[in-house]
């Protein structure tokens, strides 16, 4: 059994999961490695000649963790020592053509990366898909915009279930359905694919990615797995800008609907949210099967929770706002009085706001789901790369060490209250290919040495954050950061 973990000095209950996290495009590298195939991502950005991403750089390389996990594995475990590593499978690496034959050489990685965990005391949270998609799908059939990939998804699942189903404690469906949704497509797509549409590409996309999870976890209860399954969803907790506002009050709920309802409900309630449902935007309506298989798809869910906004109602909404059909406008600075909703950091989406974030997003979903499950399953905060910083100053992240102290409190919190907080995984493990930040921002425990475009000698080095993290949830430390190391 797992050694005994506590939260400020409690005991944490049995089986509660402590982790840390990293998806393929992000660390792996050896992009056109053995039988891979192309991703949305590698086409998205290999070729990629502008100056969208900084210095141009991609995940060709990332942390080469294609090469390096047999040592960096070990490191997670004795950095951090977390119980779990939770990695990502690349489609595209286990099933080269997005159907059909298995690469054994794809699968032989992942059951490599199953046996260093395990060799070294950790078990393993498995998901199928953080938002590398094989590009022959897209280009065969637009990828998330055809019902065509339920079933293309429903059979890569059965595959990777059949090959490592009883290998890994949990299993993911898929990474922030939300995310890879409004960020590939719509008016402004700044991820991969990058398809320019309107906000109902986004909703056919969210649509079939829920199908295509209920597809997955039908495949997995069919074959009797060991493990648990659920779906990570991303999204903060949106607050009335002004609480004394009815219409601000109202707003922020409508937003916790269209931002994190919208993904959660069909899950525990077979349908979208009601105010979604009435807004008459959607493209797509589930059948009555589909509401059936979307009932009850999740055995845990997990939280994907960085950060919170302020809203408000958009005034004269129509089809033609920015914000339609959800109409919020959202800030992160109170527009009145110009303070920020939480200590700013290099991203600027993510302002350090823990009480709201965390203990309010676990309130969400227990309060209005009645989720019974739930796992911080991603929190973190990125710093800018400091190449030009001495690295003992790069490794004394106490920016980083003060993100957590606020993310333990807050969960320590939700479980004194009751709520069923199960895990706790930040990100990231080590420091990696932010999307579209490249390699200028970093949120791991554990510094990689490569400059902003990705360039270095990839040696690793653990941060005081890690040791923090250690020291309070594996030795009984106080959360306050005194005398941890
Ligand atoms: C996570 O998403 C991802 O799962 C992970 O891969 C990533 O490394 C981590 O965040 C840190 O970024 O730039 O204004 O368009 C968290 C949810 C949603 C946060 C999209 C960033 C982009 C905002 N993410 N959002 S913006």
Not at 8 to 28: R, V, W
Not at 379 to 388: A, D, I, Q, R, W
């Amino acid at each position: 059994a797992p050694a005994q973990l506590f939260l400020d000095g409690k005991a944490l209950p049995e089986g509660f999961i402590y982790g840390c996290a990293t998806s393929a495009y992000q660390i792996e590298g050896a992009w056109n490695a053995d039988d891979k195939s192309p991703s949305i991502w590698d086409v998205f950005l290999h070729n990629k000649t502008t100056n969208d991403v900084t210095y141009g750089s991609n995940g060709d390389v990332a942390d080469d963790f294609y090469h390096r996990y047999p040592t960096d594995i070990p490191l997670f475990r004795n950095a951090l020592a977390v119980q779990t590593y939770d990695f990502t499978i690349a489609w595209t690496r286990i099933m080269p053509a997005g159907r059909g034959a298995l690469s054994d050489k794809g699968l032989a990685f992942y059951r490599n990366v199953i046996r260093a965990s395990n060799a070294v005391g950790m078990s393993n949270i498995c998901t199928l898909y953080h938002w590398d998609l094989p590009q022959s799908l897209q280009d065969e059939y637009g990828g998330w915009l055809s019902r065509n990939i339920v079933d293309d998804f429903r059979a890569y699942a059965k595959a990777v279930f059949k090959a490592l189903g009883d290998d890994c404690s949990h299993w993911v469906t898929m990474n922030e359905p939300r995310t890879f949704c409004t960020e590939g497509f719509g008016p402004d797509p700044d991820s991969a694919p990058g398809v320019v549409s309107t906000f109902k590409e986004q909703y056919t996309c969210m649509h079939y990615a829920l199908l295509a999870h209920a597809a997955a976890v039908e495949e997995f209860r069919l074959g009797g797995y060991k493990g648990k399954i659920g779906i990570k969803v991303d999204g903060g907790v949106s607050l009335p800008l002004d609480p004394s506002s009815a219409a601000d009050r109202e707003a922020a709920a409508r937003t916790m609907d269209f931002e994190v309802g919208r993904d959660v409900a069909p899950l525990y309630t077979g349908d979208y949210p009601p105010s979604v449902l009435a807004s008459g935007a959607l493209p797509l309506k589930f059948t009555a099967a589909e509401k059936k298989m979307l009932k009850g798809s999740v055995d845990f869910i997990g939280l994907d929770f960085y950060t919170s906004q302020w809203v408000t109602p958009t005034k004269n909404c129509t089809p033609d706002s920015d914000t339609y059909p959800e109409c919020t406008d959202q800030f992160q600075q109170d527009p009145r009085t110009g303070l920020d909703i939480g200590r700013p950091t290099a991203s600027s989406w993510n302002f350090d706001a823990p009480h709201a974030t965390i203990y309010g997003g676990i309130k969400y979903l227990a309060e209005t789901y009645n989720a019974t499950n739930i796992l911080i399953s991603e929190t973190g905060m990125g710093v800018l790369n400091e190449t030009n910083l001495p690295l003992e100053q790069v490794l004394e992240d106490v920016d980083r060490i003060a993100w957590y102290r606020g993310v333990l409190s807050a969960m320590r919190q939700a479980l004194d209250d009751g709520f069923p907080l199960t895990g706790f995984i930040p990100w990231s493990c080590i420091d990696n290919f932010e999307w579209t930040d490249g390699y200028n921002v970093r949120f791991g425990l554990i510094q990689v040495a490569y400059d902003a475009a990705g360039k270095g000698s990839q040696a690793r080095h653990p941060k005081l954050s890690g040791a923090y993290l250690k020291g309070v949830l594996t030795k009984g430390n106080p959360i306050n950061p005194y005398n941890f190391v």
